[in-house]
């Protein structure tokens, strides 16, 4: 299984635009228009009014001005992009697909490149990628942008100093791509150990420079590499995660997320064995455990089961595909000083469980639905944009009257209005109705600039049946 911010070019603002018919930049320096328009006609002088210019003088010619500052004049290789979009990535959103990019230029991969407005008004600075959907990422909305180390210490000092209370020391995201200031690359603190992920191969052209920097300043016993550039298949098998500075990590690494252990292999292909980005989920689902039977599905490596059995669960069930899922969820019941048989665990698909619980009229209080955005198992595939209505039909058939059921997708091209939707049409077909009775998403650790959609790909409904 994989998760987290997997980010698809799907924003339904960029499909307003197609690549203009532009003639495609022969190498010559690029120029803006000039800072100043051309002297307008003149006006009579208002009576009475000051200025000491005679009566009937032309006025002087104005600057054009975007938020009082004249257009500076741009010379050299820049990109100029539709005004609708100028005004998303005023608003912070990070990318600007190719669709939208209206002179390309054949620059090489990482340069820092001025993007302007029609008009000419600089917005910022973004990095080059010659390939893909993204062609640029913007780094930068000042007027002036050098992308060096020691722009990167800053950023890096700046990123550390805004996770503070209630992000856990030991298991936390310290760098959350472009929200910090470092384009398609994550890193994640797991105990003494730092986890970068790379989103993009933008990442590529920095990372040599960042690497030390993340020693210097974080201390870390090693550094580690996942490579996400990749789309998961679900017979995806991919090499283990690159060591790229520092000491060998051990198989296992014990964490603490409030007070809970956890044990993380942060050499592991896809994901360590804990989910940085559903610590809140897991908090909500911990607070309505109490006095409640609980089946988590898609269980993984058990963390909501442990939240529960802390939280006053009277029981806690587990269903997940993987069997290895189930003894790692024991060990962090052992690390936890919990009962390591405390968790009723069965291995098998979902959907075939879920179908065999309803026609024994097995039902539970509190039902968590965290499924993978998709997966394979024995010939069966599930994924999130299609099926995930199917999945709440089956999961209402195993909720008590009056239950609760905690649904949770990842899936970045399943939007916040699709997901309700699949959701309410799940619960539908069953013949059940629900309402939604909390919600919550990315903890304070996986920040996401305003305007960036994209970035908010997690949701968490809390839901009550009758």
């Known amino acids: ?33 000039p800072a100043t328009r051309p002297a307008e006609p003149s006006r009579p002088q208002r009576r009475g009014g000051g200025g000491g ?37 005023r608003a912070g959103h990070p990318w600007v697909f190719r669709n939208a990019v209206l002179r390309p230029l054949a620059l090489p991969e990482g340069a820092v490149i001025p993007v302007m407005d029609l008009d000419g008004y600089l917005i910022g600075h973004g990095l ?24 990167m210490l800053a950023r890096v000092r700046a990123a550390v100093r805004r996770r503070g209370t209630g992000v856990p020391a030991e298991a ?30 933008i ?5 040599d420079a960042l690497v030390p920097i993340l020693e210097q300043e974080l201390k870390p016993a090693g550094i580690y590499l996942q490579d996400r550039i990749r789309g998961v298949t679900p017979d ?22 409030d007070g809970l252990k956890f044990l993380v292999d942060v050499t592991a292909p896809v994901s360590p064995g804990l989910f940085l980005d559903l610590r809140e989920g897991r908090r909500l689902f911990e607070a309505w455990s109490r006095g409640r039977s609980v089946c988590n599905l898609f269980s993984f490596t058990g963390a909501f089961g442990l939240r529960a059995l802390r939280g006053g669960a009277t029981s806690v069930t587990h269903v997940d595909a993987a069997a ?4 790692r969820c024991r060990q962090n019941l052992s690390a936890s000083k919990m009962d390591p048989e405390a968790i009723e665990a069965i291995t098998g698909d979902a959907f075939a469980l879920l179908e065999k619980f309803r026609q024994r009229g097995r039902v539970w209080d509190l039902v968590i639905v965290d499924p993978p955005p998709f997966s394979n198992v024995k010939g069966s595939t599930f994924s999130a944009l299609k099926d995930y209505g199917e999945l709440m039909r089956a999961v209402a058939g195993v909720v008590g009257p009056g239950g609760h059921v905690l649904a949770i997708s990842n899936a970045v091209r399943l939007g916040e209005e699709e997901f309700l939707l699949a959701v309410g049409e799940g619960v539908h077909a069953a013949g059940r109705a629900a309402r939604l009775v909390g919600e919550c998403g990315l903890p304070p650790d ?18 009550q049946f009758d």
């Not at 987290?4 to 203009?20: C, D, E, I, M, Q």
């Not at 990442?203 to 990372?207: F, G, I, N, P, Q």
């Not at 290895?324 to 003894?327: E, P």
């Not at 996986?446 to 908010?456: K, L, M, N, Q, S």
């Open 236 to 257: 995806d098998r991919r090499p283990p995660a690159f060591h790229l500075a520092g000491k060998a990590a051990p198989p296992e690494v014990e964490v603490d997320e």
């Open 446 to 463: 996986f920040p996401v600039p305003p305007a960036f959609i994209e970035g908010r790909y997690l949701k968490i409904k809390l839901l």
């Open 324 to 327: 290895r899922s189930h003894a």
């Open 203 to 207: 990442a590529e052209t920095y990372l």
């Open 128 to 151: 080059h990628e010659p390939e893909g959907a993204i062609a640029i990422r913007m780094v930068s909305l000042a007027p002036e942008f050098e992308w060096n180390e020691a722009e």
């Open 1 to 33: 299984m994989a998760r987290g911010p997997v980010f698809f070019a799907t924003s339904w603002r960029y499909r307003l635009f197609s690549a203009a018919a532009m003639p495609p930049n022969d190498g010559r320096p690029l120029r803006t228009r």
């Open 53 to 89: 210019g005679a009566a009937g003088a032309e006025a002087p010619p104005r600057r054009r001005t975007q938020g009082g500052h004249p257009r500076p004049a741009v010379r050299g290789p820049h990109v100029k992009v539709p005004h609708e979009v100028a005004r998303l990535l």
């Open 172 to 201: 936390c995201r310290l760098i959350h791509a472009e929200a910090d200031g470092f384009p398609g690359l994550a890193v994640d603190r797991l105990g003494s150990y730092l986890l970068v992920y790379k989103y993009g191969k």
